[in-house]
């Protein structure tokens, strides 16, 4: 499931709308939000980015000689095909976004960014993760969605300050067991792959508190989040998930969203919980010794019907 303007929700940054050119950076700051002014200056960039040249890199690139004084570089939506080794020299740089791009790797100096805490990678041509990634300790955003990827590499695991994971519409068709390694993780966007189940490992995670999980095949609701009563969010919806077990024992859950799913119940929750899906809103079912008072006090509590207006003569 894409969220439109998800960066900036989770971030705190304006909208899309509000980064129009010839506007500063995402964050109103000094960075350079480095996108084209018009039509045809994007189609010019797309034209030039096929050429590799280093002077028609620098075009598409742009005027980036410094590192910006809010430590922020946003290289999204500019048709790259290489990224600009240059930037790798700014060793202060504490956000980069590379989104909406033609990248399929990085280069190893990328490893001199040892500040960087938010890397955005998603909707680009990755179809595996560049090793290189794995070395950028202080990375706590981490957006792979909409790319290629099929697994994730062991060494994901040395990403230890991680908070938020991507991986939104890649090609996974089970959740990489080095997710499980990720102990500060607190959201986890799975939605839109190929998953049919969730491993055992991942109640691991005690500080994760939001799952997002629709669009894929689960064909039952995955029992690892059952022992997982420290989630606030879960998002099943779009699966095949055709019963739901109860819910009510997850003492922290605000949230749960079973939509489009061909479920025969709804999820039982403890009080408080909104419930986003069928039968979301119904009155529980009293049990059947309570049902004839349920109903005769139903009945009661009904308003008289008006009485009948005589014919107007």
């Avoid at 964050?27 to 960039?45: V, Y």
């Avoid at 986890?188 to 995670?205: E, I, K, M, V, Y």
């Avoid at 739901?244 to 408080?272: E, M, W």
Wanted: glycine letters at 4%.
């Amino acid at each position: 499931m894409i969220i439109p303007g998800y960066k900036e929700r989770v971030e705190g940054i304006p909208s899309s709308e509000q980064r129009a050119s010839p506007l500063p950076d995402r964050a109103g700051g000094q960075g350079l939000a480095l996108r084209p002014a018009s039509h045809m200056g994007n189609t010019i960039r797309a034209l030039v980015a096929f050429i590799p040249t280093d002077r028609c890199q620098s075009y598409v690139v742009g005027d980036l000689r410094e590192m910006p004084l809010d430590r922020m570089v946003d290289l999204s939506g500019r048709q790259l095909r290489r990224f600009p080794l240059h930037v790798c020299s700014f060793t202060e740089l504490v956000k980069l976004y590379l989104s909406d791009n033609h990248l399929h790797s990085l280069p190893p100096d990328l490893a001199q960014l040892q500040n960087l805490q938010i890397l955005a990678l998603d909707f680009n041509n990755f179809k595996a993760l560049p090793q290189v990634v794995c070395t950028l300790k202080q990375l706590c955003i981490l957006y792979l969605g909409n790319n290629k990827l099929c697994d994730l590499p062991e060494e994901l695991s040395l990403l230890q300050n991680l908070r938020t994971l991507w991986l939104e519409s890649n090609c996974l068709t089970r959740l990489p067991d080095v997710v499980c390694e990720l102990r500060l993780l607190k959201t986890l966007h799975a939605g839109s792959n190929a998953l049919r189940l969730l491993p055992g490992q991942l109640r691991r995670l005690r500080e994760l508190r939001t799952i997002w999980l629709s669009g894929n095949q689960l064909a039952d609701f995955p029992p690892v989040l059952l022992h997982m009563p420290f989630l606030e969010v879960i998002d099943v919806d779009r699966n095949s998930i055709r019963s739901f077990p109860s819910l009510a024992h997850l003492t922290n859950l605000k949230l749960v969203i079973y939509d489009h799913n061909p479920c025969r119940n709804a999820p039982k929750v403890g009080k408080g919980v909104r419930r986003v899906g069928r039968w979301a809103e119904e009155t529980p079912e009293p049990e059947a010794r309570k049902a004839r008072r349920y109903a005769l006090a139903k009945e009661e509590n009904r308003e008289p019907p008006p009485p009948l207006l005589p014919p107007s003569s």
